[in-house]
């Protein structure tokens, strides 16, 4: 029974040569495996080019937010300007309805004059 | 020797001389009990820059805002207290009575005063003049149930504040508008 085993675990265990394109195998993936870590290592940025996009990256940010602050400024006058606009309209307004005022008791004067007194 | 004197005394005096001399601005009250009391308050305040800004933003294009253009050309500020009651007698006449005195001051004249017992409004039309040119306006209205005070400062063009009235739906001021200065101005 014993004996049966050992030769059976020999006969497992008996060196085998490897197939003949084993070792190009072997070969053509550890080439492979240098050109991919040369590529990784070449795409790594140096600290010259951080350093770059760390410039620019600034500068584009502060050109957004001086780009929004004059935008913003602007939609502040425009409010104030028309804001203006409006007052002066209405103040022109109420000048002239007050002037038109004066006008019909100085007319009515001429229909009436008891009613009302002018002076002009 | 002499002349130099005089020029360091005018200068000196100078600021004196311009406090002195009668503003066209007068000095409105803010009202702040009467526009608590009224139903609709106005409270405009334009100074020349305000007018400046405006200006940019009136369209050549339409005619109100042409005419109002021409209008603010050489103002230097517009000022409008105006409120309106719900219930006569809300206000008193010592209220306006401040604004009033300041007219009493050289350099204004009073162009145009209407009393109408049938509407009971009376209306106070003043002007300053400097150089024979309106400098200042001072209106005062006073209804039963609302007072208007408008100071307009500045070079005040009569002829436009007068083809004024009918740009904003107003009729217009038949009254010839005297020129300046007025042959018969009432103090």
Same mark, same amino acid.
């Given at each position: 029974?014993?004996?049966?085993?050992?030769?059976?675990?020999?006969?497992?265990?008996?060196?085998?040569?490897?197939?003949?394109?084993?070792?190009?195998?072997?070969?053509?993936?550890?080439?492979?495996d240098?050109?991919?870590?040369?590529?990784?290592?070449?795409?790594?940025?140096?600290?010259?080019?951080?350093?770059w996009?760390?410039?620019?990256?600034?500068?584009?940010?502060?050109?957004?937010?001086?780009g929004?602050?004059h935008?913003?400024?602007?939609?502040?006058?425009?409010?104030?300007?028309?804001?203006?606009?409006?007052?002066?309209i209405e103040?022109l307004?109420?000048?002239s309805?007050?002037?038109n005022?004066?006008y019909e008791?100085?007319?009515?004067?001429?229909?009436s004059?008891?009613?009302?007194r002018?002076?002009? | 020797?002499r002349?130099?004197?005089?020029?360091?005394?005018l200068?000196?005096?100078?600021?004196?001389?311009?406090?002195?001399?009668?503003?066209p601005?007068?000095?409105?009250?803010?009202?702040t009990?009467?526009?608590?009391?009224?139903?609709?308050?106005?409270?405009?305040?334009?100074?020349?820059?305000?007018?400046?800004?405006?200006?940019?933003f009136?369209?050549?294009?339409d005619?109100?805002?042409?005419?109002?253009?021409e209008?603010?050309? #050489? *103002?230097?500020? %517009?000022?409008?207290?105006?409120?309106? $009651?719900?219930?006569?007698?809300?206000?008193?006449?010592? @209220?306006? +009575?401040?604004?009033?005195?300041?007219?009493?001051?050289p350099?204004?004249?009073?162009?145009v005063?209407?009393?109408?017992?049938?509407?009971q409004?009376n209306?106070?039309?003043?002007?300053?003049?400097?150089?024979?040119q309106?400098? #200042? *306006?001072?209106? %005062?209205?006073s209804?039963?149930?609302? $007072?208007?005070?408008?100071?307009?400062?500045?070079?005040? @063009?009569? +002829?436009?504040?007068?083809?004024?009235?009918g740009?904003?739906?107003?009729p217009?001021?038949?009254?010839?508008?005297?020129?300046v200065?007025?042959?018969?101005?009432?103090?």
């Amino acid at each position: 029974m014993s004996e049966d085993l050992e030769s059976r675990l020999h006969a497992a265990l008996t060196p085998v040569a490897p197939r003949s394109e084993f070792t190009q195998n072997l070969i053509a993936r550890v080439n492979a495996d240098k050109r991919t870590e040369a590529n990784t290592r070449g795409r790594r940025r140096s600290p010259k080019a951080t350093a770059w996009w760390l410039i620019a990256g600034m500068a584009a940010s502060l050109l957004t937010a001086v780009g929004v602050q004059h935008h913003l400024q602007l939609r502040r006058q425009t409010e104030s300007g028309l804001e203006a606009r409006r007052e002066v309209i209405e103040a022109l307004h109420i000048t002239s309805e007050k002037l038109n005022l004066a006008y019909e008791v100085i007319k009515s004067q001429s229909s009436s004059p008891a009613d009302d007194r002018s002076g002009v | 020797m002499r002349n130099f004197s005089l020029g360091i005394f005018l200068a000196l005096m100078a600021p004196t001389l311009a406090w002195a001399a009668p503003s066209p601005r007068l000095v409105l009250p803010e009202f702040t009990a009467l526009a608590q009391q009224a139903t609709e308050s106005v409270t405009i305040t334009l100074d020349a820059a305000l007018l400046a800004m405006a200006g940019r933003f009136l369209n050549g294009d339409d005619a109100q805002d042409a005419a109002t253009k021409e209008i603010l050309k #050489g *103002l230097q500020g %517009i000022y409008v207290r105006s409120y309106t $009651f719900d219930k006569d007698s809300a206000y008193q006449q010592s @209220d306006i +009575d401040a604004v009033r005195n300041q007219l009493s001051a050289p350099g204004w004249n009073r162009l145009v005063r209407t009393r109408s017992r049938k509407s009971q409004a009376n209306v106070d039309i003043y002007i300053m003049v400097a150089n024979n040119q309106a400098i #200042g *306006l001072a209106l %005062i209205a006073s209804e039963p149930r609302q $007072f208007t005070i408008v100071n307009i400062v500045g070079a005040i @063009d009569l +002829d436009k504040l007068h083809k004024l009235e009918g740009q904003f739906g107003v009729p217009k001021f038949d009254v010839d508008v005297p020129k300046v200065p007025m042959p018969s101005i009432k103090k």
